[in-house]
């Protein structure tokens, strides 16, 4: 029977950078190929990202080829393009659990790997971090090399520019390398994103870098320094200084970043400069793999596909709570034209593609830059207008003070629309939405609803979108219990909870928010509860709260947030407020990071789903006496 390792010879002689840097160079070129062909084979059968990891194949080997990893620290931006670097390092035979429960992590993560430096899955972090790095080895005089890998996308975000801004003021030894796709997950986005396609398009400048290269690579170290300074000239006489290069950087390129060759001179090189240095590297997302290649935002996550076709699985699925919104969104927009759509760089997965082919002139996407898109929001709303910003739960933490300080303190109408909230699957602890209720709770004036299915969604991106004020609409990654929205939308008095189920006994009754309403309806039948779709988190529906205190043995919440500051916490401090005596039981997400997985094993690692709360509820009835 043939073995993997027949296919992939020389990828599979490799176990970690060691052996790597032991090749010929003559060899990388197949070791590239087959890297391609196996990371196309593997995720074929798990699904996860692939478009971004197929364009820094030759990056990546040319990275650990040349540094001396993980002495040297290689600092990935978000990690959804380091599927190769994974390979590479030691995990190739765990590769087939990627993103599965209890299998290896789709984003970078410290405790998996001595070669993940720093953990990461959001954009933006990677020149930050570092640069902290680069600080720590001047400072305990260690010699090693720090390089930190970031997207043209994740340059976007704020955070990259405020780190570019303090490393070239801190003359840090450190090396950025921008890899230059022209795509976020969607097209990418502003004027930097035109600026580093102007650069591109210098062929003058080109020419000149391309001629520089060649000398660069070939000099003893005192001759490149020289030629160094010649380019320097040289390169000032035929155009402005780039814009890294006022920041503080040594700037290179832009080189292709395919042409192992040129990547690893050219990375060679700036090894031997010190101080802050700039390569400026072209990729391709999906190169070698046609389809991902044509349509690298179709191909930037994926669901397993045929490897010679592209041709993705199409799970059966129900309508998801973001095609609500993204109809609502429509729908609304068609009906006030003061409506504007605001999403930082998530076009498809917030749902809004269609809201941007539609109203394109009231829609848009800001780039990475989520605290910038709520203080845009705020500048709309002070004159009028009628923002939505559509983003995740995991991606608002982003925006906190914006939240706090331009919106919620001036009393502005925007709406929320939160998608993803709750527990997240396979991306993991960090894109878990599993704070929200806690950090919004906490703000004056927070509207917070979180819908029990698609049709009361719908009702209360209306109500919100109506409301005075700041609102907030909080929804699941996936789809509901599947009921169908009615065309005409209806305001949700504020504050109301929903009476969804009365118990013959008096003796449990359960406060569900949001997702946890249907489990809880479940448990209910089994064991005769009261169920309250509770609707809001803020305002609570606190004379529903009081009665249900007053009528019944045990009152249970339930909630996919964390408990701590969440919905029920809101439930506590509203019977501790009245000096009501009965016993509460919390139902949520603990304190401690939940791993990647499914959906619903994650809800089942931690009794949130029907049969674990039944038994909490059970256990806690027995506890008190009740059972
Ligand atoms: C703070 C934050 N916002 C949004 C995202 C979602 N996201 C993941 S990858 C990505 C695009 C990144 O583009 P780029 O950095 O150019 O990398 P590429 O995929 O093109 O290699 C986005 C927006 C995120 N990970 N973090």
Redesign the pocket.
Known sequence: MSQPGDKYPLLFSIDNPAQLRELEHTELAQLADELRAYLIEATSQTGG?L??GL??IELTIALHYVFNTPQDRLVW??G??AYPHKILTGRRNQFHTIRQYQGLSGFLKRSESEFDTFGA????TSISAALGMAVAARQEQKNREVVAI??????T?GMAFEALNNAGDLDANLLVIL???E???SP?VGAISNYLARILSGHAYTTVREGSKTVLSTLPPPVKDYARRWEEHMKGMVMPSTLFEELGFYYIGPIDGHDLNTVIAMLRNMKDLEGPRFLHVI?Q?GTGFEPAAGD?CVF?GVTPFNPDTGKMEVKKKGRSYTNVFSDWLCDMAGADDRLIGIT???RE?SGLVKFSEQFSERYFDVG?A?QHSLTFAAGLACEGLKPVVAI?ST?LQ?AYDQLIHDISIQDLDVLFAIDRAGLVGADGAT?AGVYDYSYLRCIPGMVIMAPADEAECRDMLYTGHMHKGPASVRYPRGGGPGVKERKEMKLIPLGKSQPRRDSQSRAVAILAFGTMVEPAMTVADEIDATVVNMRFVKPLDEEVVLEMAGSHSLLVTVEENVIMGGAGSAVNECIARHGKQVAVLNLGVPDRHLEHGSQQQQLSEIGLDASGIQSKILEALSQHGFG
């Open positions: 990202h478009a971004p364009g820094t931006d978000i959804h393009q899955g959001h954009a933006s970031i997207g043209d996308g994740a340059l975000g890899n230059d796709n795509m976020s997950i990418n990729t997302k690298p930037h930082p760089a998530m997965g990475i989520e995740y991606f982003r894109h």
